[in-house]
């Protein structure tokens, strides 16, 4: 990337992985994807992040749709956020979020894999 070390959206990404943190530290390993959503969501909220859950983008091809995709979350309608529990990425999973990067043509995506000893997350760009 030009630019040299420029990172995209660094303090937005910073507020967000804080919140995962914020999240593994009070609810540990375990829970199901769906409750470290909503705990995620009351992270976003108490930081004041504006964000949308479950965004629904529409896959087409050739003007037909013939697939959809719902992003776990997307904040400041700027990166699309995945959670996953579990200790490794899968390539699944990787796939999935590149799949949402080219669909909705934004800049960053962050997958978030809370495991059995703590949070990971992988940022994955759309060049």
């Known amino acids: 990337m030009q630019g040299g070390n420029k990172i995209v959206y660094k303090e937005l990404s910073y507020e967000i992985i804080g919140v995962m943190f914020e999240t593994y ?3 540990g390993y375990g829970h199901l994807e769906k ?3 909503r705990a ?3 992270g976003f909220k108490s930081r004041g992040l504006s964000y949308r859950k479950q965004v629904y983008y529409r896959i087409k091809y050739k003007g037909d749709i013939v697939g959809r995709n719902f992003l ?3 904040v400041e309608g700027k990166i699309i956020i995945e959670i996953k529990r579990g200790d490794y990425y899968s390539k699944k999973n990787i796939e999935q979020i590149k799949s949402y ?3 909705t043509n934004l800049k960053l995506a962050i997958l978030v ?3 059995s000893t703590g949070v990971k997350f992988y940022r994955l760009l759309n060049l």
């Open 113 to 115: 894999n809370f495991t």
């Open 40 to 42: 995620v969501e009351a």
């Open 101 to 103: 990067l080219k669909v």
């Open 72 to 74: 776990d979350f997307l």
């Open 35 to 37: 409750v470290y959503c």
């Open 25 to 27: 530290n009070e609810l």
